[in-house]
C-alpha cells in the first residue's frame, strides 16, 4: 500500500490493513493518508465507515474476511489491505461486523510536522539520516522511509517503524548511484499523513555487477550433450 503513496490531483483515501480474528477480535495497523483511487472491493459482512463529527455516515465500504491458519500460531485470523475513500470532515473510522462496532480510530485534528535536518556521509557508502518530528497531539509516530535515485523510483529502506531518536543509518552499497538522490519519510499519526523529501545528495554509481549460475564451476561434458547456461546481470 505505500508504493501507492503520492499527491496528485486524485481525492483523498485512507490505505487500511490489519487482522480480523476468528474470535473477533481485531489488530490495526497504523493508516495512511493520500491522495489516490479507492480499491474497488468485494462486499461483506464487515465494513468501514467514515463518520463525521455528528456521527453523519460519509462513507460505508464493506468486504469480506477470507479466514486463513497460521501454523505457527495455530491462530486463524483474515488479513486485509485496501484503500477507502477518506471524504472531508471525517472525525472517526469505525470497524463494524454488521452493526456491532470492533474498532474506531479517531482522527486528531492536527497533522505531524518533519523535518529532515541532515544526511551525513559516514564513508564506504554508509549514511545518516537525521530528523525531527513533533505532534501537537502527542499521538504516537509511525515512520517509513525511501530511497530514490531520481525522485520517481522509490525503495524502502524502514518500514511502519516508531523508534526513536530520529536517526537512521544505511548503506547504499546495493542501490543504484546518483548525484540528485533524495530521502522521502512518510510519517503518520495514525491517520493524518506527511511526506518529507530530503534535499539531493550524491551516491556513487556502481559498476555492473554479473553472476553465471549454471554450469557449475568444475562441469564435465560430453560431446553432443545439451549445456544450459543461466545467469543474470545487474
Known sequence: LLNKLGVGTDPRVLAISGLIYENGEVELLPFYSFDGVPDSLTPGNYRFECLSAVNDVLCNVGFEAYYILDPTTGETASPFAFTI???EGTAKIVLKHYDSILKEVLVSPNIPVVLINSI???????????W???????DILTYSIFYSHNGVDWLPLVLSSTST?????????????ENNSVIKIVTTDGVNTVETISD???VANKPPSVSIS????SSIFTEGSEITLEGWAH
Not at 120 to 130: F, P, Q
Open 165 to 177: 531518536p530520529f536517526s537512521y543509518t544505511f548503506n547504499t552499497a546495493n542501490l543504484p548511484g
Open 214 to 217: 549454471k554450469p557449475l564451476d
Open 120 to 130: 551525513i556521509v559516514l564513508g564506504d557508502g554508509k549514511y545518516e539520516i537525521n
Open 200 to 202: 539531493p545528495f550524491s
Open 85 to 87: 475513500p477518506y471524504p
Open 132 to 138: 525531527t518530528a513533533n505532534d501537537a497531539d502527542n
